[in-house]
């Protein structure tokens, strides 16, 4: 992916475009009134921010306020003040989707390690690599609903091929999905799957661009396997970590797709998510009010790893 | 250079054009009637679609706009278009459904539809689930019985018969689980096929009064009453008497056991039947719920669809008429036969059909019916306490936990 | 390079090391190849339980003619071009202008939009789901494609201005001083000199945007209703009740419904994950 590059890294000839600077101006016009440079970016920004603003900052800021109210979407708004708060926490079905968030997140975690290892595993030179790469990376291609989907029938009890596979060493058939146990386990493997290929495309790219000079002298001090990887080369690696961490806590957190194709939150609530809750409450039980208490209090979540992305990543910057 | 006379000639035809167009206009706003409907099976689409065309020939100045949307959709948009900009007509249901709207004034009472059609005589079963505070708020136009479709084949290889008590019912249950025959097929993934079960067995065991009173958070789900009715379902459950990992499945899912004989018996509504094949029918049969507590009349579970004119439709007036012509008999016969399901106007035909046929006698002969579970009840209470019921069914010994957790839920949401 | 290049061992470590890889390979793929599997099979082999063997027999053609003859599989696929395409160029264009004015004019708000656009990109849908459906059907525009357009537009422009400043950001600030010293306008400046370096961050930016607005599912379930406007992931996934144990319909309907971001990440690869690896280099 290495181009002719200036020192900035930028791909082109600096050359060219100079000319075409001059050719712009070439026929001599009169001087004009020009949008001066602190308003220009204004312009630019303006219809950006504008939509932004009203489709994200808006509703963030609604969905607060009207998480301090009871509303059906019907009929009047009810003040219930902290009320929807109070409630939540004492509701059994709120810690559930607690607890299975902490789990998404928990296994999730696995998505960059084994990412990097088959990013390790695919990262050789023969013939056809490059193809097989785009194959290992497709789940994350497809949509979550096939994803989920795929999996849903890979868990059925009576001719799911895990079931099957199960059956061959004489194990008993595990109804994945409506065991309460096992049915955010099962919803996690569906989810890491796109996940794990998305953190195995960061490292491959990392892997790309590692430092040729570093690990020929670590290979002539006598390094190798293990100890190579965890000195030199994972050090390189660091800010494809960073991003692949990031993306799989986020993933981890917004996993309402596979939750709502593959069992709606059941049995029972047992694998319901903070976002698939959310959800429920608005539009099947209509409270518009509750739902947004759960969606504030996800976003409140979510938001010491938007802090935390954001002071790194900005940390960078200077 | 037009004389005043001219001119108050050309002022009079214009004011009369103007009349003349905005008659036009008005009439031709007048001539249109939206519908909205979820009926968007194949064969109720086919037999809307015909009524629709006969509507229109019987009233030619009356373009009909007919909005086909599928079940969970049209559910929650319906709420929408209710507040801000509705059809002249939807489809919906009766019961706690039809109350949400109502209670809002979002419906439009068409009491004097039904005095004008002396409804009151030909829709006398209907008439209760249509009728609040003594006003009718819709039309219904169909209904369904449910009840134990089995498979003949398999009882007459164990010599069993019908089951008039529920303990009969349970013997025979046994007889099959002991013969490696799953006695119940059923699906719980989507929560509503367990309960029918609750339904049934608290018609039977408390009946209707108390069932619709526990629906509308007047009861207690602690209380003895409704302990009872566990008591009894969990005879059945305790003893494995339901398919295995239910709540992996779908209603339609669960088919498969009944129809390979792996399953005996399916508690469902008659829309089941409407699956069977020739050799299937020829095989499957049905009976009624069968009696728990001798004390209690059988009360059946019986599903009504019905016509609602919304209170901000624009057009009421051919909404009316459209209303009138789905309560004649023919009207209702034709929908009906392409339903497979029992008309609500007792003059109107039934189709001669084995299920139907029991159908109409057990409905006919109830002593009352209800909604259905979640059309009982608020959709929350329903969401809450039927995934209760799901788990129960997993796990009975929960049952403690489950019934206080219910009634947690029941006194917020009902105390409002 | 790391690990030790495999053309470096023996014989049997580069033939183990291909074997190792087509094993992986088709574990990896496992699911997908079943789905595809699938997707030929007949109704009598679903019925049957033959889920695994030989197909009895090969009903490619009319599977995959089912699926769009049964059902409104054609209108959704029709749908999803509809919302995917303009909201990803909407979206592109909005950022690209939001993003030159961050990468390159300094003011002082600039960082604290770049975090508020950042922020916004990372939060949670369901934040969002209640008011701007409401907003959906204030402006009358619930349960039309025009909804999920804007919604995407406006969402994305998150992302993809983060993607166009950081890549802006390495343009030579000599470039449009010089421009501006010869009396360029600014807005001239973006559209002679800025825009042509940055075609192939357009390029991967407009295939990733595509891809992430083709597979949304959420706001397909939220905005939109009725069968006419609704995309292919919701589309599928209200088939699931349609096509309950009609599995080979089911796994048709699936390779369709994936087949055009899969089409389009085969083409545009290295854009592609050009745009997803930013930043994963520095």
Redesign the interface.
């Given at each position: 992916m290495a181009s002719l590059t200036n020192e900035k890294g930028f791909p082109f000839k600096v050359d060219t475009v100079m000319e075409k600077n001059s050719n712009l101006t070439s026929h001599n016009k009169p001087k004009r009134r020009r949008v001066s440079t602190k308003v220009a970016p204004w312009i630019f920004l303006a219809p950006g921010i504008a939509i932004f603003a009203l489709y994200v900052i808006y509703p963030i800021i609604s969905s607060v306020a009207l998480s301090f109210y009871e509303w059906d979407g019907l009929g009047e708004k009810v003040w219930v003040g902290l009320g929807n708060y109070i409630e939540l926490f004492e509701s059994d079905v709120f810690w559930t989707a607690l607890k299975n968030n902490a789990l998404w997140l928990l296994l999730f975690m696995l998505a960059p390690p084994i990412g990097l290892a088959i990013a390790l595993f695919l990262n050789q030179q023969i013939r056809g690599m490059r193809f097989v790469k785009s194959l290992f990376f497709f789940p994350f291609v497809i949509s979550q609903v096939v994803v989920g989907l795929v999996f849903a029938w890979f868990y059925d009890p009576t001719f799911g091929l895990l079931n099957q596979f199960l059956g061959v060493f004489g194990l008993g058939p595990i109804a994945v999905l409506s065991d309460e146990n096992w049915v955010t386990f099962g919803l996690i493997a569906a989810g890491l799957w796109p996940q794990v290929a998305y953190c195995m495309i960061l490292y491959l790219t990392g892997l790309n661009n590692l430092d040729p000079e570093q690990i020929e002298a670590a290979r002539l001090d006598g390094a190798k396997g293990l100890r190579m990887l965890w000195y030199i080369i994972l050090p390189q690696l660091k800010p494809a970590t960073f991003i692949a961490i990031v993306v799989t806590v986020i993933g981890a957190l917004r996993s309402f797709d596979m939750v709502s194709v593959m069992t709606s939150g059941g049995p029972w609530n047992s694998s319901t998510v903070l976002a698939y809750m959310m959800y429920e409450e608005s539009i099947f039980n209509y409270r518009m009010g509750y739902g947004a208490a759960v969606a504030v209090v996800l976003f409140l979540i979510m938001d010491l790893y938007i802090f935390y992305f954001l002071r790194n990543m900005l940390k960078g910057e200077k | 250079m037009i004389s005043e006379e001219n001119s108050m000639k050309i002022v009079k035809k214009f004011a009369a054009a103007a009349v003349l167009c905005v008659l036009i206009g008005a009439s031709a706003f007048a001539g249109e009637l939206v519908i909205n409907s979820d009926a968007s099976d194949p064969a109720p689409k086919a037999a809307f679609a015909k009524i629709i065309k006969q509507f229109e020939q019987a009233n030619p100045d009356i373009k009909v706009k007919y909005n086909l949307y599928d079940h969970e959709s049209y559910k929650t948009t319906i709420r929408n278009w209710l507040v801000t900009t509705p059809p002249d007509i939807v489809f919906w249901y009766a019961g706690n459904r039809m109350k949400t709207f109502v209670d809002r004034g979002l419906f439009t009472d068409v009491s004097d539809l039904w005095q004008e059609q002396n409804m009151a005589e030909d829709y006398k079963s209907a008439m209760p689930a249509m009728t609040i505070d003594g006003k009718q708020w819709g039309v219904p136009y169909t209904y369904y019985q449910w009840g134990v479709y089995y498979r003949k084949d398999i009882f007459d290889k164990y010599g069993l018969t019908i089951p008039k008590t529920y303990d009969q019912l349970l013997h025979l249950s046994q007889v099959l689980k002991e013969n490696g025959v799953t006695p119940f097929t059923i699906g719980t993934k989507f929560l509503w096929t367990a309960a029918g079960w609750f339904d049934y067995l608290d018609l039977r065991t408390n009946g209707l009064d108390f069932h619709l009173s526990l629906m509308e958070g007047k009861e207690k789900w602690t209380s003895s009453k409704v302990r009872k009715v566990f008591e009894n379902w969990g005879k059945m459950v305790k003893a494995g008497y339901f398919l295995k990992n239910h709540t992996s499945y779908s209603w339609q899912e669960a088919q498969a056991p009944f129809f390979s004989g792996d399953a005996a018996m399916y508690l469902i509504g008659n829309f089941f039947a409407a699956n069977f094949t020739q050799e299937q029918r020829s095989k499957i049969d049905f009976f009624q719920f069968p009696q728990v507590d001798a004390n209690v009349p059988m009360y059946e579970d019986a599903p009504m669809d019905t016509l609602h004119i919304p209170s901000r439709a624009k057009n009421k007036v051919d909404a009316r008429k459209f209303l009138k012509f789905m309560t004649l008999p023919q009207n209702e016969t034709l929908v009906n036969d392409a339903l497979l399901q029992i008309p609500t106007n007792s003059k109107a035909q039934v189709k001669d059909d084995k299920y139907l046929n029991i159908g109409v006698k057990i409905l006919n002969s109830a002593a009352g019916t209800a909604q259905f579970f979640d059309r009982d009840t608020n959709p929350e209470m329903a969401k809450t306490a039927m995934k209760g019921l799901q788990e129960y069914m997993v796990h009975p010994e929960r049952l403690d936990k489950i019934l206080k957790r219910l009634d947690r839920a029941a006194n917020r949401i009902f105390k409002k | 390079?790391?690990?030790?290049?495999?053309?470096k061992r023996g014989r049997t470590a580069?033939i183990s090391?291909?074997v190792?890889?087509i094993i992986?390979?088709l574990m990896?793929?496992?699911?997908?190849l079943?789905?595809m599997l699938t997707s030929i099979r007949s109704i009598a082999d679903i019925n049957a339980?033959n889920?695994?063997g030989v197909p009895s027999s090969i009903q490619f053609v009319k599977n995959y003619t089912d699926v769009f003859t049964t059902t409104p599989m054609g209108q959704y696929l029709i749908n999803s071009i509809l919302i995917a395409v303009p909201a990803a160029m909407g979206a592109v264009i909005?950022?690209t202008?939001?993003g030159?004015?961050?990468a390159k004019?300094q003011?002082k708000a600039?960082?604290w939009?770049f975090?508020?656009?950042?922020?916004?990109n990372?939060?949670?849908?369901?934040?969002?789901?209640?008011?701007?459906r409401d907003?959906s059907?204030s402006l009358g525009i619930?349960?039309t494609r025009w909804a999920l357009i804007?919604?995407h537009?406006?969402?994305q422009?998150?992302f993809c201005?983060l993607f166009m400043r950081n890549f802006m950001v390495?343009?030579?600030d000599?470039?449009i001083e010089?421009?501006?010293v010869?009396?360029?306008?600014?807005?001239?400046i973006?559209w002679?000199?800025i825009l042509p370096?940055v075609r192939?961050a357009l390029a991967a930016l407009c295939v990733l945007v595509f891809?992430f607005i083709?597979?949304d599912?959420?706001w397909a379930?939220?905005l939109v209703?009725?069968?006419t406007v609704r995309p292919?992931?919701a589309g599928?996934?209200?088939l699931?009740?349609q096509w309950?144990?009609s599995?080979q319909l089911?796994s048709a309907g699936?390779i369709v419904?994936?087949l055009p971001?899969?089409a389009l990440?085969?083409t545009m690869?290295?854009h592609f994950?050009?745009g997803?690896?930013l930043?994963?280099?520095?």
């Open positions: - | - | 390079m790391f690990p030790l290049p495999i053309e580069k090391y291909r190792a890889i992986a390979l990896w793929l496992l699911p997908l079943a789905v339980g889920y695994w909005l950022s202008l939001a030159f004015a961050l004019y003011f600039n960082i939009i975090a508020l656009f950042i922020g916004g990372f939060v949670p849908f369901q934040i969002l789901m209640i008011p701007v907003l059907m619930y349960d804007f919604f537009v406006a969402f422009a998150g201005t390495a343009i030579p000599a470039l010089s421009a501006r010869e009396g360029v306008s600014e807005f001239k973006f002679y000199v370096l192939p891809t083709w597979n599912y959420f379930l939220v209703q009725s069968d292919v992931t599928l996934s209200s699931q009740g309950l144990a599995w089911l699936a419904a994936a971001p899969v990440f085969f690869q290295k994950i050009a997803l690896t930043g994963a280099v520095k």
